[in-house]
């Protein structure tokens, strides 16, 4: 019978609220264009999207279908998420994850290191390995801070990988590093996403913005992130996501930001007034100290006061 149900287990690979591509794991594998069933996402509490690419679905198609139900999500493995400022919720980028490539530039647009702090903290807070790759070395930074900071988040044990995906300069090492692996690409428009997936799968041809302007148009490219698969049968796969201005980390307490900051994080509490202190006037505080004695970067320590200001102003938003 041609119309018989058939339950498959697949990937999300990319999708809005409530349509989702799916990708099937058996062979010759699919894509189904899913909605979710009715009572499968009761728990899921305040969230922007509830399933995300990277998660791992159990589907029910009909026959030859290309659309199916999305029957139940498998239990996350970890889930790389920021706060969506305008949903005022939680919004999964991805699901799943084995590595968060953070990607930054010398120039155009230029270098923001504060942007690099943001994704890594919730890197870490999520407990996904991050690195950090700084795309268009071909062109000439003009600042000589960008060095100085790469050498800073480097001497606090990310990995810095310098690349071109205008020149090819890199790719094979950012290719080795990401092989058989579920990688996110994180960083403000601009930087390369785009591009340096097309660099590592030539003939994608997935759509590059252009700097100046404002508004993609691109279907799958400004809201929602999308999972890329490439060629090679390694399972490499990328999940490429939208190129937000300010990156709010999601799901850390105001008082939890110290401890997700490696250089900080061995001084929590060691303060003289201990875990109440706001770091910021009060006397024997082992933050400012390290400041003052140059073992926290001074730009890291406003980053800290920023997000903690920023996740003041989440909570009190609603
Ligand atoms: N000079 C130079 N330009 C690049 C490089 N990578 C990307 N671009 C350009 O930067 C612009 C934005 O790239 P895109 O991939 O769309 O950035 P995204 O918004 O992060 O996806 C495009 O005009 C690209 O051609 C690079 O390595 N060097
Ligand atoms: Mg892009
Ligand atoms: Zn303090």
């Known amino acids: ?138 062109l000439d930074p003009g600042d000589p801070d960008v060095d100085e900071r790469l050498e800073e988040f480097s001497r606090l044990g990310y990995k810095i990988l310098r690349v071109s995906a205008k020149t090819g300069e890199g790719i094979d090492e950012l290719r080795l590093m990401t092989a058989g692996k579920t990688s996110v690409l994180t960083g403000q428009s601009g930087v390369g996403k785009s591009s340096l997936i097309n660099a590592l799968e030539p003939g994608l041809n997935i759509r590059e913005g252009s700097l100046n302007e404002k508004f993609d148009r691109g279907v799958h490219t400004t809201t929602m992130s999308f999972m890329i698969e490439l060629s090679g049968g390694e399972n490499t796969r990328l999940i490429d996501t939208p190129g937000v201005r300010l990156f709010i980390p999601d799901g850390i307490q105001p008082e939890e930001v110290i401890s997700h900051l490696r250089e900080f994080a061995p001084l929590a509490g060691k303060c003289s007034y201990g875990m109440s202190c706001s770091h910021k006037t009060e006397p024997g505080c082992k933050i400012m100290e390290a400041v003052h004695a140059g073992v926290i970067h001074e730009d890291r320590y406003n980053s800290f006061l920023r997000i903690r200001d920023d996740l003041e102003g989440a909570l009190n938003d609603d």
């Open 1 to 138: 019978m041609k119309n018989d149900t058939e339950i498959l287990k697949g990937f999300v690979i990319r999708g809005s609220h409530n349509i989702l591509t799916v990708r099937t794991e058996n062979e010759p594998s699919k894509e189904l264009e899913c909605r979710i069933k009715g009572k499968v996402l009761k728990e899921t509490g305040n969230v922007y999207n509830p399933i995300a690419p990277g998660d791992r679905v159990i589907v029910e198609c009909q026959g030859n279908s290309n659309t199916a139900l999305i029957l139940s999500v498998e239990k996350r493995r970890n889930v790389f998420s920021r706060f969506n400022q305008k949903g005022s919720a939680s919004q999964i980028l991805a699901a799943n994850v084995d590595l968060i490539l953070c990607l930054c530039t010398p120039a155009s647009p230029p270098f923001r290191p504060r942007f690099l702090d943001r994704v890594l903290l919730q890197a870490d807070a999520a407990g996904i390995e991050a690195v950090v790759i700084c795309n268009k070395i071909d």
